[in-house]
């Protein structure tokens, strides 16, 4: 099972990762394209910058369900079946 856990790790980080480049690429003014804006400051444990989630969801609305979406999709269904799994 950790094998599992580690290889959808390397999934989901691999999708993630494509999408970051592939909007960095064709969206150089953006936001989601710089590192710095994932790195906001804190304030009482909440963070004030951009989430993983904000480039999921740009990336869905200007390119649609593709690649580098579904390496991360398929890498996070592995995690939550070998979490569920493991758990029985």
């Known amino acids: ?3 599992v856990i580690i290889l959808g790790f390397v999934l989901l980080l ?4 494509g999408m970051f480049f592939r909007v960095r690429r064709e969206h150089p003014g953006n936001p ?3 590192y710095q804006s994932y ?6 444990g909440f963070k ?15 390119y649609g369900p593709e690649g580098w979406f579904w390496i ?12 569920v799994s493991w758990s029985k």
């Open 39 to 44: 790195l906001g400051s804190r304030l009482f």
């Open 72 to 83: 991360g999709a398929t890498g996070l269904a592995l995690i939550l079946y070998a979490v």
């Open 1 to 3: 099972m950790e094998a």
């Open 14 to 17: 691999s999708g993630w990762f």
């Open 32 to 34: 989601l394209s710089k």
């Open 48 to 62: 004030f910058g951009k989430s993983g989630f904000s480039l999921v969801h740009f990336y869905l609305k200007h």
